[in-house]
């Protein structure tokens, strides 16, 4: 006995080694640690099948098309991208585009769509078309050396379209005829394609939409003459490019959208009425359910008004249905489901909250309610009269998939498993899902549910076993804690905490992770960053805490920021600094903070409102100047600077600049088009003219998101030296001349 337990501790002792081995170099090497994660995930239209884009093992960045069988849960991959595709070089557009989407530094096939029959599936592959069947099968529809971009199959399936050289073409599937709808695009005009502000900020990617049926196919006319252009410097390893990019900074003119409607020979053509006010946003474009009308969403300049037009594609004339309002501004969605019945169901926050209602014939039925978010809608069974949408009505830390009954609202059944953080997609009838989960002690699964929420079948289990990338290290994984702080107003703020194993009496460095900005957070019982754990096993406690203006807490949560960007998120985190200091396992003199794009904006305006209060901050990517961003997200937030220059003068980052005394790294990609290189260049050139030190990392060719496995190696490698020799170094030489840790200081 005494021998099997020495055997024991021997092999226990072995396995904790191996998880402290985890290094930057494995953090960012395929295959990736969280394991075979897939993206974009979808039902056939028969259910039958499901499909995904699965990362290769060797190639974490690289991803094929795979199928799984729904009944059996047998998988294959349907289209191999290293055997299908040209190898050509990636468009300048497809690079933006994919910027826009969240996907840069992926490779091989990053998007695809079912054809409505469920025959094929449309695949894109190095700027050109292919269709791929069930069988394995591959058949090419375009071979050209431009690139093919937005590309769709029609609704009835008989056509496929796609913008090649800014206009927008249409080819007869039967036929392979090909024809050029529209002819004047070029320049400043394009047709079918989403301008950038719409994708980039309005979560808007398409510029055309087929009617069901096929009957006609709405477009959109994006002419971007008034918008100023900039000469941007991507600066790369092998020289400098300049490019000449049209972007709608905050105040400027945005470019002219219209709408037209036409057959799918191009002929007929009519204008949407869009009424009287040019300057608006085309926000969401439907088909109402037996495409006889277009429903069309325009959202004012100020975002404060949203308004739903009913469209004749016949002539083009509109009528208002309802419209949205608020004092602050309006938040879009893609809750918008025309059922059969003529009836909508929309999503809503005048109750506070985003919540379903149903709209019939001017008469509104409240669906959900509470104070907690409806997400999104994943799908609605009309036969049996069920809606099923993603939501926090168990609280904002998970998410799940809930079910309720159109006839009779009452309280939702939520159908995913308590604990977890969920997303899901379903099928058009709202028969199946895919439910995507994770938490903290488990990387994303994916798996088959029924109406129930009964799972059916794995379609990635990623279990944790024994040939799992992160077996190794599992033994070592820091579980975080989560708890709740007060604001200074008494709001109720959710922090997140990983540690190391804790030695009584020992004071330990923290590391922030901060964002801070409005539509996003940090703390949610999902799985973590592999980053987080590496910091952890380098003896790091790591903290995030979702201040006021964070998602998911209801409007007036959110609206703490309307006017006032740079103000109650800095005082909010600063209450959260001064809740960690009070902590007796921390160590006051070695707080360091860091964070990306908004968040690198937070780590300046925190260093700036409190001099001294952290070890060292890390900003990468970060908004110096409003003024330099664009105009749906700004004015949302600021309003418009040629209206009123005040908000934008007490949000900036340059204007206190002067106040940071703390050290500071400033990381940017040099080709950035979205937080642009001259936000940190201002920043360098005020610190300078005050004779601030300060540190700078810049990456040649690299845009706002830092891809590959060796720029992201170095990357984290240079914020952990950086924070070696400033917020960890100092601190610990103290505590070694004194011998005790230095006591902590009064919170500030």
Do not use: C
């Not at 020979?265 to 109402?288: H, I």
């Not at 009309?382 to 998410?399: C, K």
């Amino acid at each position: 006995m005494h021998r099997l337990i020495a055997l024991l501790l021997v092999v226990t002792a072995a396995a904790q080694a191996r998880a402290a081995d985890l290094t930057l170099d494995r953090l960012f090497a395929s295959p990736a640690l969280q394991g075979a994660a897939p993206r974009a995930l979808k039902l056939s239209p028969d259910g039958r099948l499901a499909t995904l884009l699965r990362p290769r093992a060797e190639d974490r960045d690289r991803y094929d098309l795979w199928a799984v069988d729904t009944a059996t849960g047998q998988a294959r991959m349907l289209v191999d991208s290293a055997k299908v595709g040209s190898g050509a070089a990636l468009s300048e557009e497809e690079k933006m585009r994919r910027e826009r989407l969240r996907i840069a530094g992926t490779k091989g096939i990053t998007a695809y769509q079912w054809a409505p029959d469920g025959r094929a599936i449309l695949v894109p592959i190095d700027g050109d078309l292919y269709l791929a069947d069930l069988a394995g099968g591959v058949r090419r529809l375009t071979a050209t050396t431009q690139t093919e971009t937005d590309a769709k199959v029609s609704a009835a399936g008989r056509y496929l379209s796609f913008v090649r050289d800014r206009n927008l073409h249409v080819v007869d599937l039967a036929s392979g005829a090909e024809r050029r709808l529209t002819t004047d695009g070029g320049g400043a005009v394009g047709w079918g394609s989403a301008e950038f502000v719409a994708q980039e900020e309005m979560k808007r990617d398409e510029g055309h939409w087929w009617s069901h049926g096929d009957r006609w196919v709405a477009v959109a006319r994006v002419d971007e003459s008034r918008v100023p252009v900039v000469t941007r410097a991507a600066i790369g390893a092998e020289g400098t490019r300049l490019v000449e990019q049209r972007y709608p900074a905050a105040g400027a003119p945005n470019a002219a959208v219209d709408l037209y409607v036409m057959a799918p020979d191009g002929s007929g053509r009519v204008k949407v009425d869009l009424g009287p006010d040019a300057d608006v946003y085309l926000a969401r474009v439907n088909w109402t359910a037996d495409g006889s009308a277009l429903l069309v969403q325009l959202q004012s300049r100020d975002q404060k008004k949203l308004d739903l037009l009913r469209v004749d594609p016949r002539t083009g004339r509109s009528a208002m249905l309802f419209s949205e309002t608020a004092k602050t501004w309006v938040n879009l969605h893609d809750n918008l489901r025309p059922l059969k019945d003529g009836s909508l169901i929309w999503s809503s926050e005048r109750s506070g909250f985003p919540h379903l209602f149903r709209w019939r014939d001017g008469r509104w039925t409240q669906l959900t309610r509470g104070n907690w978010a409806v997400e999104k809608l994943a799908g609605v069974d009309e036969a049996r009269g069920r809606l099923y949408f993603v939501g926090n009505a168990d609280g904002p830390l998970e998410q799940h998939l809930y079910r309720v009954d159109l006839k009779e609202p009452g309280a939702p059944v939520r159908l995913t498993e308590s604990g977890w953080w969920n997303n899901a997609e379903m099928d058009g009838g709202a028969v199946r899902a895919l439910v995507t989960r994770a938490n903290p002690s488990q990387p994303p699964q994916v798996y088959l549910a029924d109406g129930r929420g009964r799972r059916l079948s794995w379609i990635e289990e990623n279990r944790l076993d024994a040939a799992h990338p992160y077996a190794p290290y599992l033994p070592g994984h820091a579980t975080p804690t989560f708890g709740t702080l007060r604001a200074r107003d008494g709001t109720e703020l959710h922090y997140k905490l990983l540690s190391p194993p804790r030695v009584a009496g020992r004071r330990y460095p923290v590391f922030v992770d901060v964002y801070g900005g409005p539509g996003a957070r940090r703390v949610t019982r999902g799985w973590g960053s592999t980053v987080q754990q590496y910091l952890v096993d380098r003896g790091w406690i790591v903290f995030s805490l979702d201040n006021r203006g964070s998602a998911d807490r209801g409007k007036a949560f959110e609206d703490a920021l309307h006017l006032a960007l740079g103000s109650v998120e800095v005082e909010d985190q600063l209450a959260g600094l001064a809740w960690l200091k009070a902590q007796p396992f921390v160590d006051p003199a070695r707080v360091a903070v860091s964070g990306w794009s908004y968040g690198g904006y937070m780590v300046l305006k925190l260093l700036e409102a409190a001099p001294g209060a952290y070890a060292a901050g890390v900003a990468g990517a970060p908004v110096t100047r409003w003024e330099l961003y664009d105009t749906h997200y700004t004015e949302r937030f600021l309003g418009n600077p040629m209206k009123d220059p005040a908000p934008y003068r007490a949000a900036s980052a340059l204007e206190d600049a002067t106040k940071i005394a703390d050290p500071l790294l400033l990381i940017h990609g040099m080709a950035d088009d979205n937080v642009v290189f001259e936000n940190t260049t201002a920043l360098v050139a005020r610190m300078q003219e005050d004779k601030r030190p300060f540190e700078l990392m810049v990456y040649p060719g690299a845009t706002h998101a830092i891809t590959g496995e060796g720029r992201q190696t170095h990357l984290w490698r240079t914020i952990e030296v950086f924070l070696e020799r400033t917020a960890k170094a100092g601190a610990a030489r103290a505590e070694t001349a004194s011998g005790d840790p230095p006591a902590p200081p009064a919170a500030r």
